[in-house]
């Protein structure tokens, strides 16, 4: 679904992303692992085109995404829950909701206010609320739930379990189990590599803007000197 190729991206001068190449394949939750300052969250960005890469190309279902609008991306079908959530606070959840409804696609799954109900009540509970007054694992269930409603083919999450209590990450923890059970491909970034190995088929280690690993948890298991070197503390 998603391919990466040796892209090369930067912050002005500074070279962050280095001839990174991977691949995301329908179906599967991928987690993209590393450090503070890996590059995680600039891979992301580059798949948006929200910092374009200088050199590489990025597919999505066969189309080149460099050079195009991040608008463009979106309406391709790639869904992005950015770290710092972004929710519109003085709108309610309904209203947030609202802002991100595109329409369905072939194929992949389409879903309405009540069906995210479902699978956020605490949203529920609080569908009148405006985004301000909610806490923050809610604003990251309501970040969550508005790029849903684009009814993406692909979800990138950066960093789902930063910064929220340890019930509310086990609540993204099962939520994103639900969305892979509907037939979503999700791509999270991730520093907890509990959590991801709770929820992704297979990990991706950067460093350095740099791919050091790509396999299945057991493989990863199997080699701890590369779990130490690349994400240990």
Do not use: C
Request: overall charge negative.
């Amino acid at each position: 679904m998603l391919e990466v190729d040796g892209i090369h991206s930067y912050y002005g001068k500074a070279h962050i992303l280095n001839d990174l190449s991977f691949e995301v394949r329908r179906g599967e939750v991928v987690a993209l692992l590393g450090r503070n300052g890996a590059g995680k969250s600039t891979t992301m960005k580059s798949v948006m085109q929200l910092v374009r890469p200088r050199t590489g190309a990025i597919h999505f279902q066969g189309e080149n995404l460099v050079g195009q609008p991040a608008f463009r991306v979106a309406k391709a079908g790639i869904g992005y829950v950015p770290e710092d959530r972004r929710i519109f606070t003085d709108l309610t959840v309904m209203e947030n909701l609202e802002t991100g409804r595109q329409p369905s696609r072939q194929d992949t799954p389409t879903w309405t206010e009540e069906q995210l109900f479902a699978i956020f009540p605490n949203l529920a509970e609080r569908r009148t609320n405006r985004g301000k007054h909610l806490s923050g694992g809610e604003q990251q269930m309501l970040t969550i739930a508005r790029t849903l409603m684009g009814n993406p083919s692909l979800l990138l999450l950066d960093e789902p379990s930063e910064g929220i209590a340890p019930v509310i990450v086990e609540q993204m923890a099962e939520t994103i189990m639900k969305l892979k059970a509907e037939g979503l491909t999700v791509m999270i970034s991730e520093q907890n590599l509990h959590f991801a190995r709770a929820v992704a088929d297979r990990a991706i280690i950067i460093e350095g803007g740099e791919k050091k690993f790509d396999g299945s948890f057991s493989e990863l298991e199997a080699h701890p000197e590369i779990r130490d070197a690349y994400l240990s503390v």
